[in-house]
């Protein structure tokens, strides 16, 4: 079966405030909500830019400067514990707002990391209060946005209390294929999957190629996969 093809390329845009407009993640981003709402002074205030593989993006602990909202890319998330060793706890995709406790005054509670390269649009706080957009709205968006972010670290820690490997895999795939929006997954690395479920790179490996042989899942290739019957009830409503 050939590979389902990618959503077709939006136009080009030359401004911030058209990038908004066709950006795959206007829907999902307070960012776009607030420059479609006072566009000109802001349109010269948002920061389009790329990041790659390995950045970090987020560091535990620090008042962010700048809010972000991720239009491509999968990012890993981090905590640190009380023994000083940070271990990833989540996985997050498109949609997804960076340095929301800055707006509140407060430290990142978790640090985060691409897996994979990808784009971003920022705006710095100091902006969002110089121009006045701080307001009821953008705050309501941002408190939703943290609170899917706080329900999503819950589905992650629900698939840790899998009893096998293949079931954390299950689990996995479909929280992604759920953030992603999509039902053709970008996989992040087998090195990157085993550590996040406390596992071991050969076990994630055994646990795809069961998931394939059982049909649950088609490998598209090395990095892309389909789940043949995702299940909805994986978040809760």
Request: charged share 20%; glycine share 8%.
């Amino acid at each position: 079966m050939a590979p389902a093809q990618p959503p077709a390329l939006a136009p080009r845009a030359s401004s911030p405030l058209e990038r908004c407009q066709f950006c795959a993640a206007r829907t999902r981003c307070p960012i776009s909500s607030v420059n479609a709402a006072c566009p000109e002074p802001l349109a010269a205030a948002i920061r389009e830019r790329s990041f790659q593989k390995h950045d970090i993006l987020q560091q535990q602990g620090e008042v962010a400067a700048l809010l972000g909202s991720v239009k491509l890319g999968t990012l890993q998330a981090t905590r640190r514990g009380s023994d000083g060793s940070e271990r990833p706890v989540a996985l997050f995709s498109q949609g997804h707002l960076l340095g929301t406790y800055g707006l509140l005054g407060q430290r990142n509670p978790l640090g985060v990391r691409a897996l994979s390269s990808g784009r971003l649009c920022e705006i710095r706080v100091a902006d969002l209060y110089r121009l006045g957009r701080l307001d009821p709205a953008l705050l309501r968006l941002v408190h939703e946005n943290m609170a899917a972010a706080h329900g999503h670290l819950a589905d992650w820690a629900h698939v840790m209390h899998s009893k096998t490997v293949t079931e954390q895999l299950l689990l996995s795939l479909q929280l992604m294929a759920l953030e992603q929006g999509h039902p053709m997954i970008r996989l992040p690395s087998q090195q990157a999957l085993a550590a996040l479920l406390g596992s071991s790179r050969e076990s994630v490996s055994r646990g795809l190629r069961l998931l394939e042989q059982q049909g649950t899942l088609t490998r598209a290739d090395r990095w892309h996969c389909r789940l043949n019957a995702p299940d909805k009830k994986t978040r809760p409503d």
